[in-house]
């Protein structure tokens, strides 16, 4: 008889089930006899219980990344991923303000690129001057 399901999709049976709750029962005295026991518990549950930020994180990528988008940096992904947080954050794209300074964000990250392409084309002649 299968009770209980185990993270890696296993089953756990009533005997393997119970020898658990021995197990736990047998901590929980032990923790319960010690004074540090309000602590143990804080961090205990301090402890995250699933993979769910992992996942959605996983999932967001995946959405942003696409046949045509294949090819972005990690970098670019986290830029993404920021945008798409603080449109959200704001209703839609139309209540997105323009200022000044996210203009001069948009106009750096411009010349970033810029600058980067340029790198590129100099390490490719570099290393055809060197072969």
């Known amino acids: ?6 993270s890696n999709g296993e089953r756990m049976t ?9 197990m736990c029962f047998h901590l929980l005295t032990n923790i319960l006899d010690n004074q540090n026991f ?14 769910s930020d992992v996942e959605r ?5 995946c959405n942003i990344i ?3 988008r294949q090819i972005l940096s990690e970098s670019c992904i986290i830029g993404i991923r920021h945008v ?5 954050r704001k209703g839609n794209i139309c209540a997105m303000p323009i200022r000044e300074k996210l203009l ?10 810029i600058v980067e392409k340029v790198r590129k084309i100099r390490r490719k002649i570099y290393k055809r001057k060197e072969h």
């Open 1 to 6: 008889m299968h009770l209980q399901h185990l």
């Open 14 to 22: 009533k005997s393997q089930l119970i020898c658990f709750g021995k």
């Open 38 to 51: 309000p602590q143990v518990v804080k961090k205990f549950f301090s402890l995250s219980h699933g993979n």
């Open 57 to 61: 994180g996983f999932s967001l990528n």
């Open 66 to 68: 696409s046949d045509n």
């Open 84 to 88: 798409k947080y603080a449109v959200r």
């Open 104 to 113: 001069n964000s948009v106009a750096k990250s411009h010349s970033a690129y």
